[in-house]
């Protein structure tokens, strides 16, 4: 059993209430609160004791899956016991919080759980592609193979997703560092330029300089209230992105802004296709797939695309059809299912339209970085040029002054 944090709408007097309930799963804590009279609003896993502990200062990353679903893969199709299997993949698991958490499966495993259902209990660490196909694997015999297609399928979405981060990478230090050097610029030698300037007694400072002054003026002056300024912003941006309509800004931008826009497209296309594949493969119905897919896309418009076609696959029309059309998906994909769906090759044809967009997405990633890199030095360059000329402009008039005099 496990604790569930909840917020629930009464019908009766329409206010919120926030509780726990215990259950199998979020879908029996939906029941329970529902037998109670109430609407359920949001749902989530309360963590508790040691296991707050583990989630909050250790994280079990996604390398480290890979490789103990690659190992117990292997165990298994030696033919060894499963219990036998997890006790020494645990031994060889450098993860200390992976350690953890394997220990208590096999603990739920010995009592008579299944594989899944202990797995189930920590979807910060087991997502609902990697228990879906868990749990087809064990009711076909076939968990070997499952836990195969999920290392791969773990392997090619984490390299995806590492190569988009990358391309993000150089660009966020470039302006990280444009920003320290401004700021230097800004506080100790405009500053100095002022005083020079003062002490001649000439005539006005250029406006470009008394511009950039005042500017500097204002930094030394509330240099406080702007860092407090900045944590507001970063800790109000971190929370309203964690919201519902922060999420649905955000992801929409990532699919329409220039020019990680097309980018993140094809990373969408990619992860779908791709988790299509290991599910269709291991056996997992077309619509659990399909909410599935949905969720390990990570895109709250994408989602709600796949869910209304979910709808009309539900009512008789083919996957294809239903995803013809729709704003938020590729041509390619649902041409590729349409061919699926008629020659009965849908785990094929899935394939290949991951396999492209991977491809074009680290085809168009390797376009962005030769493009951003000459636009950042340019960007860079005029900063500097603006910041020289503010610095230089005073002392040449100063100098011009002095010959005209002499």
Known sequence: M???????????SGQRISATVEADSEQSAAKLIRAEGLTPIEISVSRSGGLAILSRFSKVRAKDRVIFSRQLATLLNAGLPLVQSLRNVNNQTMSKPL???????????????????????????FNQVYLSLISAGE???????????LADQQEKDADIVSKVRGAMIYPAIVLFVMVIVVVFMLVKVLPQVKTLYSETGGA??????????????????????????????????????RTLGGKR?????????????????????????????????????????????????????????????????KTGKSLGAALTGDPNFLELVPNMLKIGEQSGSMEQMLGKAADYYEKELDNQIKAIQTIIEPVMMILMGLVAFTIVAAVLLPIYNLASQVNSIV
């Open 2 to 12: 496990l604790t569930y944090t909840y917020t629930a709408r009464d019908p009766a």
């Open 99 to 125: 350690r953890i958490i394997i220990t208590k499966i096999i603990t739920d495993v010995e009592a008579g759980g299944t594989l899944a259902k202990s797995m189930g209990k920590y979807p910060d660490v």
């Open 139 to 149: 009711a076909s015999g076939t968990l070997d193979k499952a836990l195969e297609r």
């Open 204 to 241: 006005n400072l250029p406006f470009l300089t008394q511009v950039l002054l005042a500017l500097s003026d204002f930094v030394v002056q509330w240099w406080w209230a702007l860092l407090i300024a900045l944590a507001v912003l970063v800790v109000f941006t971190s929370r309203w992105t």
């Open 249 to 313: 800004v955000l992801d929409k931008l990532k699919m329409k802004a220039w020019p990680i826009g097309p980018l993140f497209m094809k990373l969408y296309m990619a992860r779908f296709a791709r988790t299509g594949t290991t599910l269709v493969a291991s056996g997992v119905p077309l619509i659990q797939m399909l909410i599935i897919t949905g969720k390990a896309v990570d895109n709250m418009y994408v989602e709600d695309s796949i869910l209304k076609a979910t709808e009309k696959v």
